[in-house]
């Protein structure tokens, strides 16, 4: 079992749907990131939370940080097919120097 | 500024052979990590290395070996390889809690 449950695993829709992508865990976190990874390549950060609650917005990604800090989710909308990856989440569990990763959710949008 | 940099890109092993993938950061990170991906698992960290001069083991340490030669590379070392090892190699670096960042990947197949 993963400490960093992300689901769903696979998701296909089409170009201007919207979705959402959860990240959930038992554990509290002391702050959370959301990567984006694309095929040949190394993931790349897209945003971090620190506080309970906390709400981002970047362009038409949204992500939310839950109350008591244990999950967080990323909303997309009207997705469009550059959406298309890998999306992981991983969290620093301790405020140490490891960051422990979620499973991803692969995200296929088709034109 | 190359950031995160990993050699080789690609390599082919048999089994019980022994390879050293190659890891360098030139944004003066103190912080280090090598992470394998496999499909569905997200990424596992293997080691770390917070500083100069520390390693230390991560989630999935057994049949790796590890050394922080300066403050600028981290390599990984398969001494006898194994099937199970088949997989992607991605490095990282960072600078206390800031963000990640990773390298391209070395995807290793032992046959």
């Known amino acids: 079992t993963q400490l960093l449950e992300q689901s769903p695993q696979f998701l296909s829709i089409q170009e201007g749907e919207n979705l959402t992508v959860y990240c959930n865990s038992s554990?509290?976190?002391?702050?959370l990131q959301w990567y984006r990874q694309e095929p040949g390549e190394g993931p790349v950060l897209l945003v971090t939370?620190?506080?309970?609650?906390e709400v981002k917005k970047l362009k038409r990604l949204t992500f939310q940080f839950g109350d008591a800090r244990k999950d967080s989710s990323l909303h997309i909308t009207a997705a469009q097919p550059g959406d298309t990856g890998l999306y992981l989440c991983?969290?620093?569990?301790?405020?140490?120097?490891?960051?422990?990763f979620g499973g991803g959710t692969r995200l296929m949008v088709k034109p | 500024n190359a950031g995160v940099t990993q050699t080789p890109k690609f390599q082919v092993l048999k089994t019980g052979q022994s390879m050293t993938l190659q890891c360098a950061q030139d944004?003066?990170?103190?912080?280090m990590y090598w992470y394998r991906q496999d499909p569905g698992m997200g990424l596992r960290l293997i080691y770390y290395?917070?500083?100069?001069?520390?390693?230390d083991k991560g989630e999935v340490p057994n049949g790796y070996n590890v050394s922080r030669l300066n403050k600028r590379e981290f390599s990984l070392r398969l001494e006898s390889a194994a099937p199970s090892q088949t997989s992607v190699y991605f490095c990282?670096?960072?600078?206390?809690?800031?963000?990640?960042?990773f390298g391209p990947g070395t995807r290793l197949l032992v046959l």
């Open positions: 290395s917070a500083s100069e001069g520390t390693t």
């Open positions: 990282a670096s960072r600078r206390g809690q800031e963000t990640q960042y």
């Open positions: 939370v620190v506080t309970g609650g």
């Open positions: 554990s509290v976190f002391s702050s």
């Open positions: 944004m003066n990170h103190n912080s």
């Open positions: 991983a969290a620093d569990l301790n405020a140490g120097n490891m960051l422990t």
